[in-house]
């Protein structure tokens, strides 16, 4: 690990957790647990130390390398020449196959089927939410006016497919 001159190991290493904790969540989709992507931006920003400008602070440095690294990620995985329009990459978490709902007290022969749901959501959430619906199912925390709008819109999106 290349340190930067006037710093301390410990200090270079709280300053990359400041960075992967504030741009890592932003970038949890389609299966990547927000645990996997903060490993992945850690070897990032590590890797990144060996083209440190010491002229630039290390925090904006870091923040810029590891957005483009993910961006660059997320492009090359998630986008191909032929696609006509952008794919929504921040699709949601994916749940068990086998987690289902039953809803106890209407009747015992109902189930919900987290799947369906789960393609209804992806079908008809609005892509300004999306980011907040991937950070609420990974545990991240947002805030309480943006999480009851989310909620109202996930609550429309099930009534009007026929979940009331």
């Known amino acids: ?19 992967i904790n504030r741009i890592a969540p932003r ?9 996997d992507i903060k490993q992945e931006a850690f070897m990032i920003c590590m890797d990144a130390l060996l083209r440190y400008d010491v002229n630039r602070p290390l925090e904006n440095f870091l923040s810029v390398h590891l957005s483009n690294r993910l ?43 987290n799947k369906e749901i789960r393609k209804i959501i992806d079908k008809f959430l609005p892509f300004d939410y999306r980011s907040d619906y991937l ?3 990974n545990d991240v925390s947002i805030p309480k006016k943006r999480k009851i709008q989310l909620f109202l819109v996930i609550k429309n999106i099930l009534e009007e497919n026929g979940y009331a």
């Open 71 to 113: 961006k660059n990620f997320v492009r090359d995985n998630y986008f191909t020449s032929s696609d006509q329009e952008k794919k929504k990459v921040l699709a949601p978490k994916q749940l068990s196959n086998d987690d289902n709902i039953i809803d106890n007290e209407i009747d015992q022969d109902i189930s919900i089927d």
């Open 135 to 137: 950070k609420f199912v």
């Open 1 to 19: 690990m290349k340190i930067p001159k006037g710093m301390t190991e410990s200090e270079v290493i709280a300053k990359i957790n400041i960075v």
């Open 27 to 35: 970038y949890a989709f389609s299966g990547y647990d927000v645990d």
